[in-house]
């Protein structure tokens, strides 16, 4: 059985140790945000936030987060009162939404470590794969919801 805490509950996974991740938070507890997207750790649908640290969920092992806090999308906000959240509406980001969750998630975790990126710290920090190329819509609303934190 492994045990961590998932968007602030106390989960349990009677899983294989070696399960990633993604699947855990995707089957056994419902939390269908975190998206599956190449399975390898490439394109970023899958990343959360582990101990405050965006990692790539398809490519942890859920037995190597014993204790760990895990936040998903879903545990971003309850309202959508995130400044990122505030930002992607406001810009328009998403088209067809599939990468957004991870996005949004590498997005925050790039804002907590860095309250005032510039463009060329966020075209570094953030690696992940949009098929439907917002990327420069991507880099406004970073840069907008550095504002809204800023302004409280």
Known sequence: MTRFTVNGNPVEYELEPDTPLLWALREASNLTGTKFGCGAGLCGACTVHVDGVAQRSC?????????????????????????????????????????????????????????????????????????CGTYPRVEAAILRAAEIAREG
Do not use: Y
């Open 59 to 131: 490519q942890v092992p859920i037995g190597t987060i014993e204790g760990t806090f895990v936040t998903t999308v879903e545990g971003l906000s309850d309202d959508r009162s995130h400044p990122v959240q505030m930002a992607w509406l406001e810009k328009q980001v998403p088209q067809c939404g599939f990468c957004q969750s991870g996005m949004l998630m590498a997005a925050s975790a790039l804002l907590k470590a860095n309250p005032n990126p510039s463009r060329a710290d966020i075209r570094m920090a953030i690696s992940n794969i949009c098929r």
